[in-house]
């Protein structure tokens, strides 16, 4: 009986390894590419507000403060019709997705430490 | 560690406690191996069994009602089980299969049975029947016996049609 517990438990750690290993992996690439998504995005983002000169709009902000209410809505209003909508919205979409993985990882972190040092006290015992 | 409830352990394994599965496995697989044993005679299979039974349940885990008990629900995946590897050892041995005839099960149990039996038959319907024992599927016997697959249908019909006269007579 003692050889039908170990074989069930050698089993079941090794499905458990897996699943670890397929969530970690999983888990780490969806962190790279969203990351590498965001990054790329974002360059592209400001290279075509630098080429636009839409930024410039900005200086605004060191005006004085009547001179800023005035002209501030209308600043807007211009920025928002020269940004690349459909970049941000993207941009917006992988940031999302960003956040959610993050906290997800975050939120099962301690329980998959356990697991995992388990399953290595397991394997090299 | 030992005083503690089923429940408690698997809150600790759906917390990530893993190593605490061993304590389920230490419970309950003598209860388990004993029920499986008691309807599968050989050892090897009992034993898969039962390890498939554990293994299914730690895939369920997570899922799995704290509420309810752990012994009914793995005699519930062991049940299960067994029946997916009756069928699969069913499928293996096509004479059990009850095609159009509604032979019962227990009819021609064993082989020295059926040896008694297949002197009624003709060479054909013998050697029909003797592929299909040995796993053939009717399109394999039809390309082996140089047959049409509807002639091989008739033949293989036919066999059992005595084959059940001689059970229901003999």
Same mark, same amino acid.
């Given at each position: ?31 790279? +590419? #969203? ?5 790329? #995005? ?12 839409? +930024?410039?709009?900005?200086?605004? @902000? ?30 917006? *979409? ?10 997800? *990882? ?7 430490? %356990? ?11 | ?19 605490? @599965?061993?304590?389920?496995? &230490? ?19 009992? /034993? ?12 369920? *885990? ?48 064993? /082989?020295?049975?059926? /040896?008694?039996? +297949? ?5 054909? /319907? ?12 009717? &399109? ?8 049409? #697959? ?6 293989? %019909? %036919? ?12």
């Amino acid at each position: 009986m003692d050889n039908l517990q170990k074989k069930i438990l050698k089993k079941v750690y090794k499905y458990e390894t897996l699943k670890t290993l397929g969530y970690l992996l999983t888990r780490a690439l969806a962190v790279i +590419l #969203l990351f590498l998504g965001m990054i790329f #995005l974002l360059q592209a983002i400001i290279q075509y507000y630098l080429a636009s000169q839409t +930024l410039d709009l900005l200086q605004l @902000f060191t005006e004085d403060f009547d001179t800023i209410r005035q002209y501030f809505w209308d600043t807007l209003y211009i920025i928002y019709i020269e940004s690349p909508k459909f970049r941000l919205t993207i941009l917006g *979409i992988i940031i999302f997705l960003f956040l959610i993985l993050i906290l997800t *990882i975050v939120k099962n972190f301690v329980k998959i430490k %356990r697991k995992v040092s388990l399953l290595i006290k397991f394997w090299i015992k | 560690m030992a005083e503690l409830t089923d429940k408690e352990v698997i809150l600790k394994i759906k917390n990530g406690e893993i190593d605490f @599965f061993s304590l389920l496995v &230490e419970r309950y697989t003598r209860i388990i191996f004993a029920y499986v044993r008691g309807k599968i005679s050989a050892q090897e299979d009992a /034993e898969d069994l039962v390890q498939n039974t554990f293994i299914n349940f730690y895939k369920a *885990i997570d899922r799995f009602d704290i509420s309810r008990k752990v012994l009914p629900y793995l005699y519930e995946i062991a049940k299960n089980e067994m029946r997916m590897f009756f069928r699969a050892k069913k499928k293996t041995v096509s004479l059990d299969e009850n095609i159009g005839v509604g032979a019962s099960e227990t009819s021609l149990a064993t /082989e020295t049975q059926m /040896e008694d039996v +297949l002197q009624y038959l003709s060479e054909r /319907e013998k050697n029909t029947l003797k592929l299909l024992q040995e796993g053939y599927s009717y &399109e394999e016997i039809s390309e082996k016996m140089g047959l049409r #697959l509807n002639t091989i249908r008739t033949v293989i %019909r %036919r066999a059992r049609l005595k084959l059940n006269k001689l059970d229901n007579y003999g």
